[in-house]
């Protein structure tokens, strides 16, 4: 992020941009349940209050979803920039980048707002132990004194399919640019170029995909799969398009040689 806003050609660049708005999301993503997490392994009493629980489930639904969608605009760029270069500039400009990171907060506060009501109007009179690391909604509803499977259904159909036709766009979008490409260089560099970005998406969309797109059971390794989403994918991230990438590893070098300047 601070590489980004420091560097003219990288905050100028809809790509660059748009990744240090991932960058912000990740930052928020692990911030809503690693502190809360690594506390946790400290205690030997790992209590959260039931207010508290909510709150984290509606942000951790509010991020995810954002970021979801903020990787599908990715993707779209990625499909500009590579199948028309000559257009990039104009079709990408920068009130349109704006527009689609709000629009992506956007969706993401309606998906978790719908999961959350769906959460706090279920019966809690039994049972208080979140067979989790997290408050997420399959080991949160699985303490509601009710039957829940309409409620799973409609959740379901919410984050599932969000993630599902999100996942599929983005592996569309991917594929329709190497198809679009003739030559076996151009093919090359387009491979090279999105062979990061499948990678981003393939540790993202597969754990929540596994989580969310059936009707919830517990699994052994749900918990598991719900850190690899939650704290290791956006841990990763940010390494994953930095070390890739030769532009925002020559401004990071820049950046610590102007710090360096500014100590002596």
Known sequence: MVTVASDTYLNSSPMYFLLGNLSFLDLCYSTVTTPKLLADFLDNKK?????????????????GAAEMFLLTVIAYDRYVAICHPLHYTTVMSRG?????????????????????ILTVRLPFCGPNH?????????????????D????????????????????VVLISSYTTIL?????????????????SHLMV????????????????????????????????????????????????????????DRSRLWKK
């Open 47 to 63: 209590l959260i209050p039931y207010n508290h629980c909510i709150v984290q489930l509606f942000f951790l639904h509010f991020v």
């Open 96 to 116: 349109l980048c704006c527009v689609l990171v709000v629009a992506s907060w956007m969706g993401g506060f309606v998906h978790s707002t719908v999961q959350t």
């Open 130 to 146: 979140v067979d989790n690391f997290f408050c997420d909604v399959p080991p949160v509803i699985k303490l509601a004194c009710a």
């Open 148 to 167: 829940t499977f309409v409620i799973e259904l409609l959740m379901v159909s919410n984050s599932g399919l969000i993630s599902t036709s999100s996942f």
């Open 179 to 195: 198809v679009r490409i003739h030559s076996k260089e151009g093919r090359r560099k387009a491979l090279s170029t999105c062979a």
């Open 201 to 256: 998406v393939t540790l993202f969309f597969g754990p929540c995909i596994f989580i969310y797109a059936h009707p919830f059971s517990t699994f052994s390794m749900d918990k598991m799969v719900s850190v690899l989403y939650n704290v290791i994918t956006p841990m990763l991230n940010p390494l994953i398009y930095t070390l890739r990438n030769k532009e925002v590893k020559s401004a990071m070098q820049k950046l610590w």
